[in-house]
């Protein structure tokens, strides 16, 4: 089955940035997209950017311009720059798999996606 590591995660300063790697393994010739999501203490976990098989891209408004979602196929790895941090993108990061791509999957994530364990951003002065 399907596994999801993540890594590169940790503490930056606002204005910073840092790029979140998330390493793929299993059957994921039967997924379509991969993306990531994060949770704050105290909210609802939220989309943030995805990328399918053709490197199509897609962003959650409030991210788009300061987050940048690619992937390397060889290595089956995506990745996750995060530049121009603010205080507010404090989150767990999770790595996602899915069926189905776009920001419709972002807004709304399937319950057949698979999830890695998530990874801590802090981003504080």
């Known amino acids: 089955q399907v596994r999801l590591v993540e890594s590169g995660g940790g503490s930056v300063q606002p204005g910073g940035s840092l790029r979140l790697s998330c390493t793929h393994s299993g059957d994921t010739y039967r997924s379509y997209c991969f993306g990531w999501f994060r949770q704050a203490p105290g909210k609802e976990r939220e989309g943030v950017a995805a990328?399918?098989?053709?490197?199509?891209?897609s962003y959650v408004d409030s991210m788009s311009g300061r987050f940048t979602i690619s992937q390397d196929d060889a290595k089956n790895t995506i990745y996750l720059q995060m530049n121009s941090l603010k205080p507010e993108d404090t989150a767990v990061y999770y790595c996602?798999?899915?069926?189905?791509?776009?920001?419709?999957?972002?807004?709304?994530?399937?319950?057949?996606?698979?999830w890695g364990q998530g990874i801590q951003v802090t981003v504080s002065s």
């Open positions: 990328i399918d098989r053709d490197d199509t891209t």
């Open positions: 996602a798999a899915g069926f189905s791509c776009g920001r419709r999957w972002l807004r709304l994530p399937p319950v057949d996606n698979i």
